[in-house]
T-cell receptor, first 113, second 114 residues
């Protein structure tokens, strides 16, 4: 069974540009989560999808971040326009059901210069 | 609000020595507690979790953790470190009352010397 995959693994962009991160959850997992780790700090929750619906988006930092999960399969996280403080590692996780184990992808390392 | 504190951003041990990684939490409701490990260039992998059953929880790779409510702690231990245990370890809490999002500590990088 394939795990959670994320694309790209690394992205370097300039301030003001747009970047789109993609996450493919484990097949059949209705729950999908985005987290972010800024250098040296804790991993922070961004949002939670149940199928295509946003269950909890309390961690989204501002309206420059847009997450979608059309069709309830893969998800994208767009940052537009990117700022320097957006640099970090973005993790995606999926789970079979509420309260079940969350399986994490390897992360996308975003660097904004 | 829930929070997690991991004491020591870096821990170094010799191969064969005891591993002790500290985690303290704050939670207004009985939480679920987790330890995750991240090996280089990989995603986070669940080591073990506490879900209000037995207070001593055994996980993969010989790790275990004990939930101590009186101390609000959930320290991770392993009797004998292996070189392959070198990784970053994260403690996390989930309230599971109205959300199952994970709240993480800042992580502890474990280094194992031969």
């Amino acid at each position: 069974e394939a795990g959670v995959t994320q694309f790209p693994s690394h992205s370097v962009i300039e301030k003001g540009q747009t970047v789109t991160l993609r996450c493919d959850p484990i097949s059949g997992h209705d729950n999908l989560y985005w987290y972010r780790r800024v250098m040296g700090k804790e991993i922070k929750f961004l949002l939670h999808f149940v199928k295509e619906s946003k269950q909890d988006e309390s961690g989204m930092p501002n309206n420059r971040f847009l997450a979608e999960r059309t069709g309830g399969t893969y998800s994208t996280l767009k940052v537009q326009p990117a700022e320097l403080e957006d640099s970090g590692v973005y993790f995606c996780a999926s789970s079979q059901d509420y309260g079940f184990e969350q399986y994490f992808g390897p992360g996308t390392r975003l660097t904004v210069t | 609000a829930q929070s997690v504190t991991q004491l020591g951003s870096h821990v170094s041990v010799s191969e064969g020595a005891l591993v002790l990684l500290r985690c303290n939490y704050s939670s207004s409701v009985p939480p679920y507690l987790f330890w995750y490990v991240q090996y280089p260039n990989q995603g986070l992998q669940l080591l073990l979790k506490y879900t209000s059953a037995a207070t001593l929880v055994k996980g993969i790779n010989g790790f275990e953790a004990e939930f101590k409510k009186s101390e609000t702690s959930f320290h991770l231990t392993k009797p004998s470190a292996h070189m392959s245990d070198a990784a970053e370890y994260f403690c996390a809490v989930s309230p599971l009352s109205n959300t199952d999002k994970l709240i993480f500590g800042t992580g502890t990088r474990l280094q194992v010397f031969p």
